[in-house]
């Protein structure tokens, strides 16, 4: 299984900017929080059922449980927080997650 954080965004009002940031400076301290094996950015490109009110989201990947768990008190996490909030403050939401791959 793998442990990971997922980041859902609203549509930011500069997309341009929004993913420019994201993948140059966010990107450059999310690869410094200890444990982390990759990063992966997905645009949504349409809803099929149902109301979806997010643009895009991020995957964090841990090496273990204990590795997210560890890196959820790191200081480069909270790094990654601030400068979040200076980017993209109002448009996310953060969830802790475990992926299985069933086929």
Same mark, same amino acid.
Request: aromatic residues 12%; contains cysteine; proline residues 4%.
């Given at each position: 299984?793998?442990?990971? &954080?997922?980041? =859902? #965004? ?30 992966? =950015? !997905? ?10 009110? #997010?643009?895009? #989201?991020?995957? !964090?990947?841990?090496? /273990?449980?204990? /590795?997210?768990? @560890? @890196?959820?008190? /790191?200081?480069?996490? @909270? ?5 979040? &909030?200076? =980017? ?8 802790? @997650? ?6």
């Amino acid at each position: 299984m793998m442990n990971k &954080m997922v980041v =859902f #965004y609203k549509q930011p009002e500069n997309i341009e900017s929004f993913v420019t940031r994201f993948k140059t400076q966010h990107l450059e301290i999310l690869k410094k929080i200890p444990g982390v094996t990759s990063v992966k =950015f !997905t645009i949504l490109t349409k809803t099929l059922v149902g109301e979806n009110p #997010y643009w895009a #989201y991020s995957e !964090t990947f841990f090496e /273990s449980a204990d /590795s997210l768990k @560890a @890196a959820l008190k /790191s200081p480069e996490l @909270a790094e990654s927080g601030k400068d979040a &909030m200076e =980017f993209a403050a109002g448009l996310f939401t953060v969830i802790l @997650a475990t992926e299985e791959t069933l086929c």
